[in-house]
């Protein structure tokens, strides 16, 4: 039998290793900079073009490379970081397995400049598909600059599952965040298709957490400092305030490296538990310092996840900490998050609707959305009446436009009953109906919004006093991405300045907010949460604005607004789930009851 086995090339073998290291644009991002960290640079510049999948870019002033070691540097397990096993526990410096570089010239085109300071010539190198296709000395400043063009071009399968730029970006400015807050005491900056998105200047902790997160944090936050023979923790809690309904703004650091730890996050949320509501995600940069031999970080190839010596200690020491500042700095609850400002009257939580409400928007039914409303209709005809309820006049709209006197009539003999502020219960002929009120409004309002970004547009009404509002660098991209889709929606926006932007219009039916800037706060969060969906915009703006501005659960709701309600969901064409896959109602037979009782 002959000889089936046998050794990898480096190539291949490169390629395989870079599935694991090197994920998405991102992953180069954070193992070229981290390179650039531990070779002391105090000044690192990222630019990037088509959200790092064209070109990547990372100009330091480190220590720079000798003609040797930028060569050695891609080769497999080449590192200057480790020796022995022993040093294994004894890590300080963010990278040390010698994989990344050698992972990334195997899928890459990579170029690299770089020269000692010592040195007055420095290296110029250009590697593709792990093969060096030019090594010569070269002119350049001391430091080292890595330039990464056409990720994944030769791993056509890899490159197809990219996502689109806009969630690309956001991992790209993920990692960013991150190396830049670990860092405060270094200068960066990043650019993106030639626009300078970051300018960081050296500088403190919360320096760093304003110029990244907006001016507004600075009353945001509250400082953590404690110190123990066996770990130090300092850092920045949020107040309530700061909490949101969306991860991305809890950070946990250990020896200046980012970990991603349930376990820890666990005992931070935990101190939050009588402040906001488990909905809401509390802000909170934490860094720990504590003897390397205590740890072990040889996890996993990304160097996020990491094994404590004793992690219950750890939780609790946490844990602890975190209470004695928010109690220090009395902090106590400024928000309630059981209120939703946004439907706090009864005119408020009137959905708009109907002719003459909602303008350009109130179009002829498809002959689909028809036969779903003759479907609803059909579910009462049956029901004896008691004592009949009084036809409202948005009931009188819907049998004009339907032509169902009759059916209306009988359904509107059996008024619906809201249970605890979140179902409508709803009796048809074979049972009844139990519906979502938040998932059916969504619904509603997603169907709605398509329509006006696709086809109508919205009309706009006019703030009576315009409204400014700043952004994090990161949300502001966001807002540029959708703008167009924006106005078309009735919004009026422009920019104001730095990070600033003013509010002039907001959507006419979403007109009973309150304030112009909480919805667009509020859009912009929830956009960029669904993005990794690869929704196309029109369908993840409209999902974004239907659930900003939707009837939530536990807000009561009238016979007239639950009527209105029913209504409206059973026009929809897809009234059975909300956008985001949640069920709008479900049926219960009256002989399932009946099977329950003789159980």
């Keep these: 039998m002959a ?43 990222l630019i990037i073009k088509d959200s790092g999948k064209t070109t990547i870019q990372v100009i330091d002033n480190g220590k720079g490379m000798s003609e040797t070691d930028a060569r050695m540097a891609f080769e497999r397990h080449a590192t200057s970081k480790i020796r022995t096993a022993h040093d294994l526990f004894q890590i300080k410096t963010m990278g040390f397995r010698g994989e990344a570089l050698a992972s990334i010239a195997a899928i890459a085109q990579v170029e690299v400049i770089t020269r000692p300071h010592e040195q007055e010539l420095g290296s110029h190198l250009v590697i593709e598909a792990s093969n060096i296709k030019k090594q010569e000395f070269c002119q350049a400043v001391p430091g080292t600059t890595f330039t990464v063009k056409n990720l994944f071009y030769n791993v056509p399968a890899r490159r197809k599952f990219l996502k689109s730029d806009p969630v690309e970006l956001r991992h790209i400015m993920d990692e960013f965040h991150r190396m830049a807050l670990a860092n405060p005491d270094i200068f960066f900056s990043l650019h993106h298709n030639g626009n300078e998105i970051y300018h960081l200047p050296k500088g403190n902790l919360r320096q760093r957490v304003i110029n990244i997160f907006g001016k507004s944090y600075n009353e945001k936050i509250v400082p953590v400092h404690e110190d123990t023979d066996h770990m130090s923790l300092q850092g920045f809690v949020g107040k309530p305030e700061a909490a949101k309904k969306t991860r991305g703004e809890q950070y946990i650091f250990v020896n200046k490296r980012f970990i991603k730890s349930n376990y820890l996050n666990h005992s931070i949320r935990s101190c939050y538990d ?30 996020q996840e990491i094994k404590f010596e004793e992690e219950r200690l750890v939780y609790n020491y946490l844990k602890v900490s975190i209470k004695h500042a928010l109690g220090q700095y009395n902090v106590i609850p400024t928000i309630d998050f059981d209120i939703d400002y946004n439907l706090t009257s009864r005119k408020e939580a009137t959905i708009p609707e109907r002719p003459g409400h909602s303008g350009t928007l109130q179009t002829a039914r498809t002959e689909f959305q028809r036969d779903n409303m003759r479907a609803w ?18 009931s009188k709209l819907s049998q004009q436009e339907l032509g169902k006197d009759e059916n209306v009539e009988s359904r509107q003999s059996r008024p619906p009953y809201q249970i605890q502020q979140a179902y409508i ?3 048809i002929k074979s049972g009844f109906l139990l519906i979502d009120q938040q998932s059916a409004h969504e619904r509603i309002l997603y169907e709605r919004y398509l329509k006006a970004i696709e086809q ?22 966001t807002l540029k991405s959708i703008t167009p889709q924006l106005n078309r929606l009735g919004f009026e926006i422009e920019p104001f300045g730095d990070n600033s932007y003013v509010i002039h219009g907001i959507p006419s039916v979403v007109e009973s907010i309150d304030s112009g800037k909480v919805l ?7 956009y960029e949460n669904n993005m990794e969906f690869q929704l196309g915009i029109p369908e993840n703006l409209a999902r974004s604005l239907a659930y900003s501005t939707c009837i939530k659960r536990g807000k009561s709701m009238d016979e007239d607004e639950m009527f209105s309600l029913i209504d409206q969901l059973f026009a929809c064409t897809v009234p059975y789930k909300s956008p985001s896959g949640r069920k709008c109602f479900i049926s219960i037979d009256t002989e399932e009851i009946k099977k329950r009782f003789e159980e």
Excluded: C
């Excluded at 086995?5 to 395989?16: E, G, H, R, T, V």
């Excluded at 059909?378 to 009084?390: A, H, R, V």
């Excluded at 667009?520 to 929830?526: A, N, S, V, W």
């Design 3 to 45: 000889d089936i086995i046998q050794l990898l090339p480096d190539s291949i073998a490169n390629q395989i290793a870079a599935g694991e290291v090197i994920q998405r644009p991102a992953s180069v991002v954070k193992e070229l900079m981290e390179n650039a960290i531990d070779a002391g640079a105090d000044e690192i510049k």
């Design 274 to 303: 009588e402040l906001v509501n488990k909905e809401y995600y509390p802000f909170y940069i934490i860094f720990m310092e504590m003897d390397p031999a205590r740890i072990d970080i040889n996890v996993h190839p990304t160097k």
């Design 377 to 394: 209709q059909s579910l009462y005809d049956g029901i004896e009446t008691e004592q009949p309820t009084p036809v409202t006049v948005e």
């Design 425 to 427: 219960l709803s009796q």
């Design 456 to 477: 109508s547009g919205i009309p706009s009404q006019k703030q009576l006093f315009p409204e400014a509002i700043e952004l994090n660098p990161a949300r502001i991209e």
């Design 520 to 526: 667009i706060e509020q859009l912009l969060e929830q």
